[in-house]
C-alpha cells in the first residue's frame, strides 16, 4: 500500500497485480485495474510523482501515477454518473462545483473539493 500526498489518494497493489485507488479522506473506491500479469515483490513511493513504483517477480521496475490530463474528466463522470443514480447526498451540487473549479483553478485543488 502506498499513500499519494500529492494527489490525496491511497493506491493498494495486491502481490497478483492488482491495484486499486482509493480517496485518502473518504476511503471511496476511486480506480481499480491489473497492472501485472505477474507476481508483484515489492512497491515504493515516488514522491515527486505522486505515484509509486512496482518490482515484480521478472525484475520489471515500472512507475505508476495519476494521468493529470484526463483525471478531471474521469472524476466529473463518476460524480455525473452518482447523480443520475438518485444519489440524495448532493451529488449534483458536487458536479456543479466541480465544474466551476474547473473553469477556474488547478488540478490539486480540483481534487481536493469538498
Given at each position: 500500500?502506498?499513500?499519494?500526498?500529492?494527489?490525496?489518494?491511497?493506491?493498494?497493489?495486491?502481490?497478483?497485480?492488482?491495484?486499486?485507488?482509493?480517496?485518502?479522506?473518504?476511503?471511496?473506491?476511486?480506480?481499480?485495474?491489473?497492472?501485472?500479469?505477474?507476481?508483484?515483490?515489492?512497491?515504493?513511493?515516488?514522491?515527486?510523482?505522486?505515484?509509486?513504483?512496482?518490482?515484480?517477480?521478472?525484475?520489471?521496475?515500472?512507475?505508476?501515477?495519476?494521468?493529470?490530463s484526463t483525471i478531471v474528466s474521469f472524476v466529473s463522470r463518476k460524480l455525473e454518473f452518482a447523480?443520475?443514480?438518485?444519489?440524495?447526498?448532493?451529488?449534483?451540487?458536487?458536479?456543479?462545483?466541480?465544474?466551476?473549479?474547473?473553469?477556474?483553478?488547478?488540478?490539486?485543488?480540483?481534487?481536493n473539493l469538498r
Amino acid at each position: 500500500m502506498q499513500i499519494s500526498q500529492k494527489y490525496s489518494l491511497i493506491y493498494l497493489i495486491t502481490n497478483l497485480g492488482l491495484l486499486f485507488v482509493y480517496d485518502l479522506k473518504t476511503a471511496t473506491e476511486v480506480y481499480s485495474t491489473k497492472i501485472s500479469s505477474v507476481p508483484i515483490l515489492l512497491t515504493s513511493e515516488a514522491f515527486s510523482v505522486g505515484g509509486f513504483y512496482v518490482v515484480d517477480t521478472c525484475g520489471v521496475v515500472s512507475l505508476a501515477t495519476v494521468n493529470e490530463s484526463t483525471i478531471v474528466s474521469f472524476v466529473s463522470r463518476k460524480l455525473e454518473f452518482a447523480a443520475k443514480l438518485g444519489n440524495p447526498s448532493g451529488a449534483e451540487d458536487l458536479v456543479e462545483r466541480f465544474q466551476e473549479l474547473f473553469a477556474e483553478t488547478s488540478t490539486k485543488k480540483k481534487l481536493n473539493l469538498r
